[in-house]
């Protein structure tokens, strides 16, 4: 069967007439749609790769990846080209804790190895000399073997946390440790009371302020520096539109007079609900304390109310996650030199 | 007062449809006391080809490194031209990526309108608090609104914009500030500030207003239906 591989820039290709039948089968998460990956693309110093895997002419699978510039970062990449020299990163905008590829459910460990390995030579070839090599983030152990090989070096990252949700919101509750359990009652307890506080949880929300939100979320990460990390800030045109789809929920807590104190998302997925952004104002600013755990409680409350039984929490604050009934699933970096990617 | 007739061209510039101020390609105006703006260090001629190419310049360099623009440009389709309301709720994407100010320098702004005045002969002007009276753009069409020699322009964004020259026309900042008529109204892009970057920002107030050229100073002026 031949094999081929599509590179596509989605600043500048237009969208293959087979990849919205594929997210469909494969039931991908909103992050995957075509329009975010443009506006991702456009609005980020490291625009975006999206490799096609396309086997007999079928699209059977699809790798995303950012590609970043190492050193300081003063300006984006120009139309219609790649930075160079430049690391190509294995990493899906938005997603935390899954890796960024994905295959049809027929291709087994091995198949999902060669055709990631055609991807690599597609895309070293593609992006030329100046291209130094692949990292793949957010790589779940099990799926370890499908990237690692002769040259290429594996660390494990933090995990990334998951729980396995009970039928009821009584039930899940019930499942954690007193002191935390009681907390939780009198955060929401006192939330409720508050009169100057307003808390929103729509699905598709049209009056959210994309602006906003992006300063709330920048100031909110400068709070956890991460040396070396790449990643361009998240576009204020790329948040509004991400949670504007029916397919997210975003709680947001305001003051009256529509301060916003805080927001968190839920990537609504059918069969792994995903938490999103997180992002709240510092209590010096006026924000206002125990706001992530009331976030998580209706979080966790609604999945358990559409029959959701999982949720994935992301990667980070994982000793807090864990007192909320959420295990640790190990994950691993892989980087792969330019010369081990044959 | 002679003005000569504006015309507005289209060029392609970078990918976008760029419409001039209204003033004619090779027009070249020399200040009529060459002496006094070299005193004042303003530049002595004034170019519409190079202020064109000043103005290009900072666009692309606004698409290449500023996230608003980047965002606005590439995304949205349609009219380039944002609001002062827009300009002040996206400020902290207005910065470029390298890093820059948060807000518009007040006092190299003062200063340069100071020597602008000094150079169009109208040198009593002596903005902030000196005697010389300050409008907005909103009150140009205004009959009412005073129009001496001195009186100077502002936005409380942009900062100094222009001035009242001794021929009773509003002079525009030219070494420093771009205008382009379009649909809205007059759009103005400070050429010099590198962070806030802000280009093409419509002036409030400013839909009947038009960009001419003065003849006796030989830079760009603001008239209205009145001059």
């Known amino acids: 069967m031949s094999v081929s591989i599509q590179l596509l820039d989605p600043r500048t290709d237009p969208e293959p007439p087979d990849w919205v039948d594929f997210q469909r089968r494969q039931q991908l998460y909103p992050m995957w749609s075509y329009d975010l990956l443009r506006i991702a693309s456009w609005t980020s110093w490291a625009p975006v790769l999206l490799g096609l895997i396309r086997r007999s002419g079928q699209v059977v699978g699809a790798v995303a990846a950012m590609c970043w510039r190492p050193g300081r970062r003063r300006a984006f990449a120009p139309p219609g080209s790649f930075p160079t020299p430049c690391v190509l990163d294995v990493w899906l905008v938005g997603s935390s804790g899954r890796p960024s590829w994905i295959f049809s459910d027929e291709i087994d460990i091995t198949g999902q190895r060669e055709l990631l390995r055609a991807f690599e030579r597609a895309a070293l070839s593609h992006l030329g000399l100046g291209c130094v090599g692949l990292v793949y983030r957010d790589v779940p152990v099990e799926s370890v073997p499908v990237v690692t090989g002769r040259g290429r070096v594996t660390k494990p990252v933090g995990g990334n946390a998951l729980a396995v949700l009970p039928s009821s919101s009584k039930d899940w509750l019930s499942s ?119 976030s998580l409680m209706r979080h966790v409350s609604y999945v358990i109310s559409r029959g959701g039984r999982e949720l994935s929490a992301g990667r980070g604050q994982l000793d807090v996650k864990a007192t909320l009934g959420f295990t640790e699933v190990p994950l691993c970096g892989v980087a792969v030199p330019r010369w081990a990617a044959r | 007062m002679e003005v000569i007739q504006r015309r507005c061209v289209d060029l392609p510039v970078g990918g976008f449809r760029l419409e001039r101020g209204g003033l004619q390609r090779g027009e070249v ?67 470029p990526l390298g890093g820059g100010a948060e807000e518009t320098d007040e006092r190299h702004s003062h200063r340069s309108i100071t020597r602008f005045a000094v150079a169009l002969g109208a040198a009593h002007c002596r903005a902030g608090g000196n005697g010389g009276q300050v409008t907005t753009a909103d009150h140009l069409a205004d009959p009412d609104s005073p129009s001496l020699p001195g009186t100077l322009l502002r936005d409380p964004m942009l900062g100094y914009l222009g001035v009242v020259g001794d021929c009773g026309f509003w002079h525009l900042l030219w070494p420093e500030v771009y205008a382009r008529r379009t649909e809205l109204g007059i759009a103005v892009t400070l050429l010099q500030q590198q962070s806030p970057r802000l280009v093409d920002v419509l002036l409030s107030g400013s839909a009947a207003v038009t960009i001419s050229l003065c003849l006796r100073h030989g830079c760009p002026v603001l008239t209205t239906p009145r001059c």
């Open chain 1, 176 to 294: 954690l440790r007193r002191t935390r359990r009681q907390g939780l009652r009198k955060h929401a307890a006192s939330l409720e009371a508050d009169p100057e506080l307003v808390i929103e949880y729509p699905a598709g929300g049209t009056g959210l302020d994309g602006p906003a939100f992006a300063q709330l979320l920048k100031q909110h990460n400068q709070n956890y520096p991460e040396q070396l990390d790449p990643r361009s800030p998240v576009s204020a045109a790329y948040l509004e539109a991400l949670l504007r789809r029916p397919d997210v929920r975003t709680i947001t807590y305001r003051t009256r007079n529509s301060k916003l104190l805080a927001f968190g998302s839920l990537i609504d997925h059918p069969q792994v609900p995903a938490l999103g952004w997180w992002a709240k104002l510092d209590l010096e600013q006026g924000g206002r304390p125990h706001l992530y755990f009331d």
């Open chain 2, 29 to 95: 105006g020399v200040f009529a006391d060459a002496a006094a703006a070299f005193r004042a260090r303003v530049p002595i001629r004034y170019s519409a080809a190079r202020w064109d190419r000043a103005y290009r310049r900072i666009t692309r360099d606004s698409f290449r490194t500023v996230p608003f623009y980047r965002e606005r440009w590439a995304l949205t389709p349609g009219s380039r031209v944002i609001t002062v309301d827009e300009a002040h709720r996206r400020g902290p994407d207005l910065i």
